[in-house]
């Protein structure tokens, strides 16, 4: 019955127009998550190397980008999922929307790129077995 305990944790259940409406939203946060990916992915190496050279007093000219990547990708992640959202893989851009169909819980699937929500998955599946908006019967 954990599965069950796990659904009711939802506190916010969107329909379709209030998923879609906070797509531009969405566009906005995960495209900084993912400018602040691109960022500690760049430093990441020069950030390993001042630590190994912190013992030696040693610094690193990147480490303010590397702070405020970090900053910045919390920042946008926490936003999104103080709205209700699911974010599930953040390279795609990957979310879900609790929504309440026929008295049970499905996930609206959307992905960074598209222009609305057209897609959605049971809550016990994933993004690879989502169907199309028209087949929710």
């Given amino acids: 019955m954990a599965h069950n305990d796990e659904h009711e944790q939802h506190e916010r259940i969107f329909t379709l127009f209030e998923a879609n409406h ?15 990916k691109a960022v500690l992915a760049r430093t990441k190496e020069d950030i390993k190397k001042a630590s190994a050279r912190a013992e030696y007093g040693g610094g690193s000219t990147v480490g303010h980008l590397y702070i405020s990547g ?29 929504h309440l169909r026929d008295g ?34």
């Fill in 104 to 137: 049970r819980v499905v996930y609206l699937c959307w992905k960074l790129g598209e222009q609305e929500v057209r897609w959605w998955h049971e809550t016990t599946t994933g993004y690879k077995d989502r169907c199309r908006l028209e087949d929710l019967a």
């Fill in 70 to 98: 970090l900053q910045q990708l919390s920042t946008n992640l926490q936003a999104i999922q103080e709205l209700g959202i699911l974010v599930k893989d953040l390279d795609l851009g990957l979310c879900d929307f609790p």
């Fill in 22 to 36: 906070l797509i531009p939203q969405l566009n906005s946060k995960l495209t900084s998550i993912q400018q602040a």
